[in-house]
C-alpha cells in the first residue's frame, strides 16, 4: 500500500511520547512493504537536521519548518474563535500545501493521522481510507489543566478545552476509524457517539534498549527517580507537589534518601528543588537508563496523565520497580500490586518508596514482575499487530461504505 502519514511532532528521532508512537507505526509499516509518505513539522533547524535519519524507515518525508513565534499567534488569533488554539499552534501553511501536492500527485491507499490537531490537514479528503489516531483525548487534558490553574488561566483551559471537545467530535464523524492509546481513552471516545468506528491499540517499549543491568542488584538502595521532559507541566506539578509533602515523610523515616529527577529543559522552580536534602535535578543526560537503573525505584505521581505514560513502560522494562498515581496508571496493561504499585496521597507515596528503598526482596519481586509483563504485554511487535487488524477493517469499511452509497444511488 501507499500511505500518507501526518503526525504533529517529527516523529525522529523517537526519544519523547510525542514521537515515540508515530514512529513504531511509520517503522512498521516500512518493514511490511508499504510506502510511506510521512507529513510533519519541525520546529527548529536542529530538530529538521535530527529527523533526517527517518529516511531510513519510509519512502518520503517532509518536515515543514514553523516559527514558534507565529504559531503561538496562530494561536491567539483563535481566541475567539470556535477552533481550538491547538489547531493553529500546529498549522503551517507549507504543510497544507505539501500535503495538497501529495494527493494531486499520487493515488494513496489509506491516510494514517496521529493526534487530532493535524486532522485538519485532510479532515475533508473523502476519496480514500482514514484512520485518525488520537491517542489521548487532547479535550480532557486541557479541561484536567484547569484543576491545577490559578484564575483567570483556569478559565483559558477551560474554554480550550471545551473547543478541543467539540472539534474532537466533528473529527471523529470525517474518519473511518478513530482509535486511541487505552481502554480508558476509549470510553472517552465512545462516549461521542461521534465515530463510525472505533478502536484502541496499546503503546509499547523497545524491550532490548530498555533492558535490566547484567547485575540487578548493583543499584543505589536508599534512592527513588523521576524520569520526563521538565518543561511539560503535568511532571512539573507532579515533582513540585512530591517534593514538598511526600519528600519530607521519606526524609523523616530515611534522612540518607537520594531523588534524582531526570529530564531535559527543567523550569526555574524545577531547578530550585536541587536546594532541597536528597534532591538532584540532572536536567538534560545523553541517556536517562543508567540513571533509572541506579536506582530503588521509579516514581510517578501525576495528577495529569491522560494515555499511557512512556517513562512507567521504560522503568519496568529496565526491571525497575514502578509507584504510579491512579491516574498514570490508567494506560499500564499490568496488575496493581502484582506488577507495580500505586499511590495517590503524600503518605503513601513516601510509605511505598521506603519499602522499596528498605526491603531488596520486595524490590526484586516488582522489578522481575515488572519487567516479565513488559514482555508479555507491552512490546511493539504485538501492539503493531493490533494495529494491522484495525488497518484491514478500515480499508473493508471504506469498501462496504462505496458499495452502499453506489447502491443509494442506484
Not at 496562530?74 to 499552534?89: A, D, K, W
Not at 509499547?204 to 536508599?222: I, K, L, Q
Not at 524490590?363 to 515488572?370: D, E, F, T, V
Request: glycine share 4%; with cysteine; hydrophobic share 45%.
Amino acid at each position: 500500500m501507499k500511505i500518507l502519514y501526518l503526525c504533529h511532532r517529527f516523529p525522529f528521532p523517537p526519544k519523547r511520547g510525542g514521537k515515540i508512537r508515530p514512529f513504531n507505526m511509520i517503522r512498521h509499516f516500512h518493514q511490511q512493504g508499504h510506502q510511506v509518505y510521512v507529513a510533519s513539522l519541525a520546529r527548529s533547524a536542529a530538530e529538521a537536521a535530527e529527523g533526517e535519519g527517518i529516511r531510513e524507515h519510509c519512502s518520503h518525508y517532509f518536515a515543514a519548518p514553523v516559527d514558534d513565534k507565529l504559531q503561538f499567534a496562530r494561536m491567539i488569533v483563535r481566541l475567539p474563535l470556535l477552533t481550538p488554539s491547538s489547531m493553529g499552534y500546529f498549522y503551517s501553511s507549507a504543510l497544507a500545501a505539501h500535503v495538497r501536492q501529495l494527493l494531486a500527485e499520487h493515488q494513496f491507499d489509506l491516510i494514517f493521522v496521529h493526534c487530532s490537531s493535524v486532522a485538519q490537514y485532510v479532515a475533508d479528503v473523502k476519496h480514500i481510507p482514514k484512520i485518525l489516531d488520537f491517542g489521548d483525548m487532547d479535550s480532557q487534558k486541557w479541561l484536567a489543566y484547569r484543576e491545577f490553574k490559578p484564575f483567570p488561566l483556569n478559565l483559558g483551559y477551560l474554554l480550550e478545552g471545551q473547543k478541543m471537545l467539540r472539534a474532537e467530535k466533528q473529527l471523529a464523524t470525517k474518519f473511518d476509524i478513530s482509535t486511541c492509546t487505552t481502554k480508558a481513552e476509549l470510553d472517552t471516545l465512545q462516549s461521542y457517539q461521534a465515530a463510525p468506528a472505533t478502536a484502541w491499540f496499546p503503546n509499547g517499549v523497545d524491550t532490548d534498549y530498555f533492558c535490566p543491568d547484567a547485575d540487578g542488584s548493583n543499584y543505589e538502595a536508599h534512592s527513588i527517580s523521576f524520569i520526563g521532559r521538565m518543561d511539560y507541566y503535568p511532571n512539573q506539578q507532579a515533582m513540585l507537589q512530591f517534593c514538598a509533602a511526600a519528600w519530607p515523610l521519606v526524609l523523616a523515616q530515611l534522612p540518607d534518601a537520594r531523588l534524582y529527577i531526570v529530564g531535559a529543559e527543567p523550569s526555574a522552580e524545577i531547578r530550585a528543588l536541587a536546594k532541597l536534602p536528597g534532591v538532584t535535578v540532572t536536567g538534560s543526560v545523553a541517556d536517562v537508563r543508567p540513571f533509572i537503573r541506579n536506582t530503588a525505584a521509579m516514581v510517578a505521581p501525576l495528577k495529569i496523565a491522560r494515555g499511557t505514560q512512556n517513562k512507567i513502560l521504560e522503568a519496568m522494562a529496565m526491571a525497575v520497580p514502578v509507584i504510579s498515581s491512579s491516574e498514570a496508571a490508567g494506560g499500564i496493561d499490568a496488575v496493581v500490586n502484582e506488577h507495580f504499585l500505586i499511590a495517590d496521597t503524600p503518605a503513601e507515596l513516601a510509605q511505598q518508596a521506603l519499602k522499596l528503598m528498605t526491603q531488596p526482596q520486595l524490590r526484586q519481586h516488582y522489578a522481575a514482575a515488572g519487567r516479565a509483563r513488559m514482555l508479555s504485554n507491552h512490546q511493539w511487535h504485538l501492539s503493531m499487530q493490533q494495529l494491522d487488524s484495525i488497518v484491514t477493517r478500515c480499508l473493508n469499511l471504506f469498501q462496504e461504505n462505496r458499495v452502499t452509497q453506489r447502491e443509494v444511488q442506484l
